[in-house]
């Protein structure tokens, strides 16, 4: 049974009608209206205590950087893609999960702040990440390099490593995917009941989403939705897929493709929790979190 603190996430969730940004295309754009008013949220002022905190630009795009106040030598690197479906920002709960990799495994983390639909669109975001890469690259030398990000991010980061293959540049060391967003088709079936436990995510305005930041490509793209890729030659993957959550079956399905296609993928399936668990402040969040840095220190 799920902790009483994930109970409270869910019931939360659901009191505050957060699915209602999902829940139709009027949602969304409101949705996306309001974010837009605010602007994503920025490294709060603790963070800038705790860390260096830094930032360069890629276009007009920022691509921050986190770093330790004492960084050690060969410190892990990490890219990191945050979620949103693409067209809502980067929140105050990625700035956590960061802040919090950073202070317990001294590890330095890049975060571009790729352009977002309808603004932008899936070749433009792919751009700017692909820059940005390129420059973490440069900057780490031959070090490894972990390539990392959650929901929409997660794919667009997926996107990436396919995109790096074929450019023939340094692959990522290794990919962490949480609850990636990869089947942005959206055709996956589900149940009325399998679309009533999720508490955040719903059909019509994820697909509106989609068709946003598809822009001129089809949906089947795999820059638009990495499902339908080529998995051959990608670094190892540690994924994360939640029972509760829409787009929870993609992950299930990249496992199945990656290892038919002889590739390494770590799966970590919790049936009764919901989309992007591992950022939440609850037991589950923790124990995902403890893994996550497991990874990054090894």
């Known amino acids: ?41 920025l490294p709060g002022r603790r963070m800038c205590a705790q860390l260096d905190v830094t930032f360069e630009l890629v276009g007009t795009h920022p691509v921050y950087h986190l770093a330790p106040k004492q960084p050690r030598a060969q410190a892990p690197q990490v890219f990191y893609l945050h979620g949103g479906a693409y067209v809502r920002p ?4 990625h700035w956590r999960l960061l802040r919090e990799l950073v202070l317990d495994t001294g590890c330095h983390i890049s975060v ?26 440069q900057r780490v030398g031959t070090q490894a ?26 692959r990522p060391a290794h990919l962490l995917l949480i609850c990636p967003w990869l089947d942005l088709t959206l055709r996956e079936p589900h149940s009325a009941a399998q679309l009533r436990r999720d508490p955040m995510l719903a059909r019509d305005g994820a697909a509106e989403a989609a ?21 051959q030659g990608l670094p190892g993957m540690t994924v994360w897929s939640a029972g509760n959550d829409l787009i929870g079956s993609d992950a299930l399905r990249l496992a199945e493709r990656v290892r038919e296609q002889g590739g390494t993928l770590d799966l970590h399936v919790e049936p009764e929790m919901i989309h992007v668990w591992p950022l939440l402040p609850t037991p589950e969040g923790r124990q995902a979190r403890s893994v996550i840095k497991s990874i990054v220190v090894r």
């Open 112 to 137: 571009p702040l790729y352009p977002l639909a309808p603004e932008g669109d899936c070749e433009q975001a792919l751009n700017v990440v692909r820059q940005a890469w390129d420059r973490a690259q």
């Open 211 to 231: 068709r946003l930041y598809a822009g001129a490509l089809a949906l089947e793209h795999p820059w638009v939705s990495p499902i339908f890729g080529d998995f």
């Open 145 to 170: 390099l972990l390539l990392a990000g959650d929901s929409a991010g997660a794919g667009l980061a997926l996107a990436l490593a396919m995109d790096l293959r074929e450019r023939a540049r340094p």
């Open 1 to 41: 049974m799920p902790s009483w603190q994930h109970r409270l996430v869910v019931l939360w969730l659901r009191l505050s009608r957060r699915k209602r940004i999902y829940a139709s295309i009027e949602g969304l754009h409101s949705g996306i209206r309001q974010t837009r008013r605010a602007g994503p949220a």
């Open 90 to 93: 980067i929140t105050r709960h």
